[in-house]
């Protein structure tokens, strides 16, 4: 597949590219940071630009099969900003397929997951990310939304939970490290099942 990666010099977009071109996908890498990515080989393209700009991202996605999608800073909420533009630009060049990270939190209600003093210290980025999400569910391209649990940066297990249809764990680990995320966004790229979906991912075996 020729996938774009948005915030491909991320911590997990960087797992996202070495993982893509493993699997022999053509990938076009898009940043702010092209510096990060000399020492990456294997890559189509590097654009260089803003996401806050529709013609960085048209330039990013044109004749693309798919997007991946990860954005967003607790420190800087532009989520739903960039999310829009990158709507318009996918409008505009004509790509439908788009897989978006964003946060289990959303959807949690079990009080184990997160406290509430670290619920409202991620309150400005969680609103933010939530105007992401409603702004892909209520576009016309072809969306997934992943919702992570907790992200770290431990070895990869390979061994993934999936919620389909958004719906809560019903018991932990709510985390798993972005190698592992990485490889359900490539799968979910390519998996035209989970078109219009919101799906949550956590570590551990499927039952």
């Excluded at 991620?122 to 907790?150: G, P």
Aim: with cysteine; aromatic share 4%.
């Amino acid at each position: 597949m020729k996938i774009t990666v948005i915030g491909a010099t991320g911590r997990t977009g960087m797992h996202v590219l070495e993982q893509g071109i493993g699997r022999g996908h053509e990938l076009t890498a898009f940043t702010r940071r092209p510096q990060m990515l000399e020492k990456v080989s294997g890559l189509k393209k590097i654009v260089t630009g803003d996401a806050l700009h529709v013609s960085d991202l048209k330039q990013a996605i044109e004749n693309q099969d798919a997007v991946i999608a990860i954005v967003g800073d607790r420190r800087v909420p532009v989520a739903a900003e960039i999310t829009g533009y990158l709507i318009q630009a996918m409008y505009e060049t004509g790509v439908q397929r788009l897989v978006c990270v964003s946060s289990y939190l959303l959807g949690s209600t079990r009080p184990r997951v997160i406290t509430p003093l670290f619920q409202w210290l991620l309150r400005h980025s969680l609103a933010d990310r939530l105007s992401a999400d409603q702004i892909i569910q209520s576009s016309k391209t072809d969306w997934t939304i992943v919702r992570a649990t907790r992200l770290h940066d431990k070895p990869a297990t390979g061994h993934v939970r999936l919620q389909a249809g958004g719906h809560e764990f019903e018991s932990g680990p709510y985390e798993i490290c972005r190698a592992d995320l990485a490889s359900v966004l490539l799968d979910t790229a390519a998996n035209q099942d989970a078109i219009k979906s919101i799906i949550n991912v956590s570590w551990g075996r499927n039952k």
